[in-house]
């Protein structure tokens, strides 16, 4: 079992800055990697940035909508996932949810935290 939580959305101005937390707890060794996801109103949940587990050879990956903009980054001594959000859009709006991948031997797991909202407002 994991358990994720997010902090750090809020009400913002285009333009302006939010960085998102994810902490993780549990099993957390068998986590393969994080990725932080948003949705929006009336749209389905996509895939913002991913970060794998610590030797990847790709450790990060980007929607091409946040790209340049966004940066995800983890603290592992703190189970700690960050996603440094900066010129952001009202686009941007959303539920934030950060995604463990969780894998042991065969078995692999998604778990969800609850989300954290961010609004930025034009």
């Known amino acids: 079992q994991v358990q994720l939580v997010e902090s750090g959305g809020g009400l913002v101005q285009a333009g302006g800055s939010l960085r998102l937390s994810c902490v993780a707890s549990g099993s957390t060794n068998s986590i393969n990697g994080i990725g932080w996801y948003r949705q929006a109103p009336g749209k389905q949940r996509e895939l913002v940035a991913e970060i794998s587990s610590a030797g990847s050879t790709n450790p990060t990956n980007y929607a091409d909508s946040v790209k340049g903009r966004f940066t995800i980054s983890r603290d592992n001594a703190k189970n700690t996932v960050f996603l440094q959000m900066n010129s952001l859009k009202p686009e941007d709006t959303a539920v934030y949810y950060c995604?463990?991948?969780?894998?042991?031997?065969?078995?692999?797991?998604?778990?969800w935290g609850q989300g954290t909202q961010v609004t930025v407002s034009s």
């Open positions: 995604k463990a991948l969780w894998k042991y031997y065969a078995i692999t797991r998604d778990y």
